[in-house]
């Protein structure tokens, strides 16, 4: 996959776009496509070195339109969930 990296404070020649490995979903952590992001100006701070708690190097991403990528297990748990709640909110007791 393509990230947007800096390794050190600057103006924007410090952007880089680097490939790194693309990462797997497990219980605790999703993965998402990204289609566009936007640099917010939060991330501009960040690139000038102007936020402190910040650790180089960083990839920048906070304003984003993307998808969530699961699998099919994941889908049809989802939409048990959505008619479980959907029973629970117009048939009352239902779910007993």
Not at 40 to 66: K, M, Q
Request: hydrophobic fraction near 55%.
């Amino acid at each position: 996959m393509k990230a947007v990296v800096i390794s050190e404070p600057g103006d924007s020649n410090v952007l880089k776009i680097v490939d790194r490995p693309i990462p797997t979903a497990d219980n605790e952590n999703s993965v998402i496509k990204i289609h566009a992001f936007g640099i917010h100006g939060y991330e501009a701070l960040t690139r000038e070195g102007l936020s402190p708690d910040v650790v180089f190097p960083r990839v920048i991403v906070v304003e984003i339109t993307a998808v969530l990528a699961i699998d099919i297990a994941t889908v049809a748990a989802v939409i048990i969930v959505i008619i479980l709640l959907f029973l629970i909110m117009w048939f009352p007791l239902s779910y007993i």
